[in-house]
């Protein structure tokens, strides 16, 4: 995820979400993210809504920043973006309710499918793979 944060306002890039159930599970996200990380959510890029900063170097020694914690309610699924990948957790997903995978995102139709406990503790340990921990 190679973008910059910027100064756009993260409630009226929300607002504008036209898809109802994608707008009203990233109010649900907005809260949930701000309550794991303690950070306050900032756009990163024109569509995704990341909480926290960190570092990374690639062994290639392509390097960046991006956000600790992160989503995007995009047209087809909201997609939550973790850290260091999906596959360290198969009994978390297993839990979790519907959804479909990549490599690091994670994409729900509904956030009323989904047990947000077990997401809960997925955004946590994705977070908290890249940070100090929480800073609340």
């Known amino acids: 995820m190679a973008t910059e944060f910027t100064d756009a306002s ?3 890039f929300i607002d ?5 159930v994608r707008r009203r599970d990233a109010e649900t996200l907005l ?4 309550r794991i990380t303690g ?4 756009m ?3 569509t ?18 991006a956000p600790a914690a992160a989503f995007s309610p995009r047209k087809g699924a909201t997609t939550v973006y973790l850290n260091p990948g999906l596959t360290e957790h198969p009994e978390l997903l297993e839990r ?3 959804h479909t ?9 509904d956030l009323a499918d989904i047990d947000l406990d077990v997401l809960s503790e997925l955004v946590l340990e994705s977070y908290e793979s890249v940070t100090e921990g929480p800073t609340g």
């Open 101 to 109: 995978t990549g490599l690091t995102c994670l994409y729900l139709k």
């Open 39 to 42: 950070e306050q959510p900032r």
């Open 10 to 12: 993260v409630h009226e």
């Open 31 to 34: 809260a949930l993210f701000s």
């Open 48 to 65: 995704i809504v990341g909480f926290g900063e960190y570092h990374y170097v690639y062994d290639s020694g392509r390097e960046g920043d």
């Open 44 to 46: 990163w890029g024109p």
């Open 16 to 20: 504008r979400v036209a898809h109802p």
């Open 96 to 98: 979790l309710g519907p």
